[in-house]
Nanobody, 118 residues
């Protein structure tokens, strides 16, 4: 029902920062309940990174608490993931996700590569 366009991935040194963006579009954008970020490294399962609901509540994976911050600009229909103090183990493809109110239907972005290396 919604399309998600991601940006902001790239190569960064350990200890550096990146900011990922996820813009939602489509006729159901006003019915988005929550948005989130997931990641998948080679040979590993996709894991939850962070989520933010329409009321502003957030959740984080233990591995990123204190380093990553998820936020949402409802006027722009965009979610952000600010990533600080990046570590090599943060290297993965990061995916954006949106969940619809009531129906709980989900949409996924195409994924963006984040590489942390010296």
């Amino acid at each position: 029902q919604v399309q998600l366009v991601e940006s902001g991935g790239g190569l960064v040194q350990p200890g550096g920062s990146l900011r990922l963006s996820c813009a939602a579009s489509g006729r159901s954008i006003f019915s988005i309940y929550a948005m989130g970020w997931y990641r998948q490294a080679p040979g590993k399962e996709r894991e939850l990174v962070a989520t933010i609901a329409s009321g502003g509540s957030t959740t984080y994976a233990d591995s990123v608490k204190g380093r990553f911050t998820i936020s949402r600009d409802n006027a722009k229909n965009t979610a952000y993931l600010q990533m600080n103090s990046l570590k090599p183990e943060d290297t993965a493809v990061y995916y954006c996700n949106a969940v619809m109110l009531v129906t709980r239907l989900t949409s996924w972005g195409q994924g963006t590569q984040v590489t942390v290396s010296s």
